[in-house]
T-cell receptor, first 112, second 112 residues
Framework: KNEVEQSPQNLTAQEGEFITINCSYS?????LHWLQQHPGGGIVSLFM???GKKKHGRLIATINIQEKHSSLHITASHPRDSAVYIC??????????????FGTGTRLQVTL | NAGVTQTPKFQVLKTGQSMTLQCAQD?????MYWYRQDPGMGLRLIYY???????DKGEVPNGYNVSRLNKREFSLRLESAAPSQTSVYFC???????????FGEGSRLTVL
């Protein structure tokens, strides 16, 4: 079993839909990252969180430490949201020696 | 503000050839990383550097060497390329305090 599991692996939505991407992990963590990767492009950090909830524009990230689960929500989805969304967890002692483990990503396609 | 810059973006090598991937960041970050991304797998850490003059192995260091030339630059060298090193390589840097990650655009390497 992978330390970081994302679901679904692939997601197709129509413009305007509310989207949820899930991330479950099996180790104790100090922080969780949500990243976005456009086709053929680089990787951009969306959120880093260790508790509660963060919001940026139409994106919302939540984390439940007890349940070892995080969700990324996209409200009023748009075709430009089409990308791969990657969850990564940081475990170990905080600092540069801590380990970052990545999920395999959720591929989102938003159609008109 | 360029962020993290990687070169080259694309490279095709023959088995046994050598090459160096260059990475530079202009954000004065201490920590820098090299990852590889393969289909169906999460990003995997090759090497990292916690500060200028220090480097450490990650999960998959075999076949690679690195140099932290100065605070800005962190290069990845393949001494004798193998087809198993066909991958997309990402350089990243991290803010010490918040832990936020910044990635380069990626370098797509094909070894024939």
């Amino acid at each position: 079993k992978n330390e970081v599991e994302q679901s679904p692996q692939n997601l197709t939505a129509q413009e305007g839909e509310f989207i949820t991407i899930n991330c479950s992990y099996s180790v104790g963590i100090s922080a969780l990252h949500w990243l976005q990767q456009h086709p053929g492009g680089g990787i951009v950090s969306l959120f880093m969180l260790s508790s509660g909830k963060k919001k940026h524009g139409r994106l919302i990230a939540t984390i439940n430490i007890q349940e070892k689960h995080s969700s990324l929500h996209i409200t009023a989805s748009h075709p430009r949201d089409s990308a791969v969304y990657i969850c990564a967890v940081r475990s170990g002692v905080a600092g540069t020696a801590s380990k970052l483990t990545f999920g395999t990503g959720t591929r989102l396609q938003v159609t008109l | 503000n360029a962020g993290v810059t990687q070169t080259p973006k694309f490279q095709v090598l023959k088995t046994g050839q050598s090459m160096t991937l260059q990475c530079a960041q202009d954000m004065n970050h201490n920590s820098m990383y090299w990852y590889r991304q393969d289909p169906g797998m999460g990003l995997r850490l090759i090497y990292y550097s916690a500060s200028e003059g220090t480097t450490d192995k990650g999960e998959v260091p075999n076949g690679y060497n690195v140099s932290r030339l100065n605070k800005r630059e962190f290069s990845l060298r393949l001494e004798s390329a193998a087809p198993s090193q066909t991958s997309v390589y990402f350089c990243a840097s991290r803010i010490q305090g918040t832990g936020e990650l910044f990635f380069g655009e990626g370098s797509r390497l094909t070894v024939l």
